[in-house]
Nanobody, 115 residues
């Protein structure tokens, strides 16, 4: 059974930090690029960051560039999103996505940033 399980969300004050994890199972993890997406209430899902299967390249959307860092540990089948200098506008449900032959999604983890 394919699973992507996000964790690490929570409530944090503006300027604080959180580290999200996405633990994968049920597929060949190191064949897949992994992305983080987020969806705020009443808004469309948007991209946050992604990392290649070998971790040789990473991409950040402008809204998080310089504040968030994506990484992966292929031995642990896990991708991380380190989020620093959080802003209230970062409040959303964060999802991880594995993309290669197939497209897999996790169930999401809530991040709430208070002002």
């Amino acid at each position: 059974e394919v699973q992507l399980v996000e964790s690490g969300g929570g409530l944090v004050q503006a300027g604080g930090s959180l580290r999200l994890s996405c633990a994968a199972s049920g597929f060949t993890f190191d064949d897949y690029a992994i992305g983080w997406f987020r969806q705020a209430p009443g808004k469309e899902r948007e991209g946050v960051s992604c990392i290649s299967s070998s971790a040789s390249s990473a991409y950040y959307y402008d809204s998080v560039k310089g504040r968030f860092t994506i990484s992966r540990d292929n031995d642990k089948n896990t991708v991380y999103l380190q989020m620093n200098s959080l802003k209230p506008e970062d409040t959303a449900v964060y999802y991880c996505n594995a993309r290669f032959t197939y497209d897999y999604w996790g169930q999401g983890t809530q991040v709430t940033v208070s002002s």
